[in-house]
């Protein structure tokens, strides 16, 4: 039986996640610097008051969904089987959420993005608010699930915070290549490429032959 908090709390992260989703639909519609609270708030079907009880301004309100699968991906991450590599977990774990997103609002459309839609990402990927969207709360949490899964201590031990320093890295990486992939290319193929690397030791890659 559900409880009443667990339904109001479902309904918080409902609204919250319609807010984001809205802010990401009018900002590939009329371009970042067109966006306002007013209308995320509109696009979303509740009050500017309301808006204003989640998230203090539109980049808060875009980088939610980034901060919340982020989240998702360390819960999956201790789900994985505990036989399972390290680095195979953690792409697993990465990659859940944006597939389940993806396949949970516009299916195969949201696989590659338009030119168009890079240009805006590449816009959002410059704002310090998007940026640093993983907090150091978050990359904390990061290195302790990781320090859980290799039976490391998070405190003492380099090799949890290491880990946590490279899905870091990797997902900066992927994120700056999938805004300037020409033609585009899906995140998560990307990303699965970027932590394929890490996990074969990141071999050198073979030169680009000159033309």
């Not at 459309?109 to 168009?116: F, G, H, K, T, V």
């Amino acid at each position: 039986m559900v409880t009443t908090l667990g339904l109001r709390e479902r309904k918080k992260l409902d609204t919250r996640r319609a807010l984001s989703d809205a802010a990401l639909q009018l900002m590939f519609e009329r371009g970042i610097d067109n966006v306002t609270r007013e209308a995320i708030a509109d696009r979303a079907g509740v009050s500017l008051r309301t808006f204003s009880n989640y998230f203090t301004g539109k980049y808060e309100a875009l980088a939610y969904r980034q901060t919340e699968r982020v989240r998702r991906s360390i819960a999956a991450l201790r789900q994985r089987p505990a036989d399972e590599p390290l680095w195979t977990s953690i792409t697993e774990a990465v990659l859940e959420p944006l597939v389940q997103d993806f396949n949970d609002v516009n299916g195969d459309e949201n696989w590659a993005p338009s030119r168009a839609e890079l240009a805006e990402v590449r816009k959002l990927l410059l704002s310090p608010e998007i940026r640093n969207a993983m907090t150091t709360e978050l990359f904390d949490v990061w290195v302790k699930a990781i320090a859980e899964r290799t039976g490391t201590d998070a405190a003492r031990d380099m090799y949890p915070r290491l880990a946590a320093a490279v899905v870091r890295a990797v997902f900066d990486a992927a994120m700056e290549s999938y805004a300037t992939a020409d033609p585009p290319v899906a995140v998560t193929t990307l990303l699965r490429s970027a932590f394929g690397a890490v996990a074969a030791g990141l071999p050198a890659p073979t030169p680009r032959r000159s033309r």
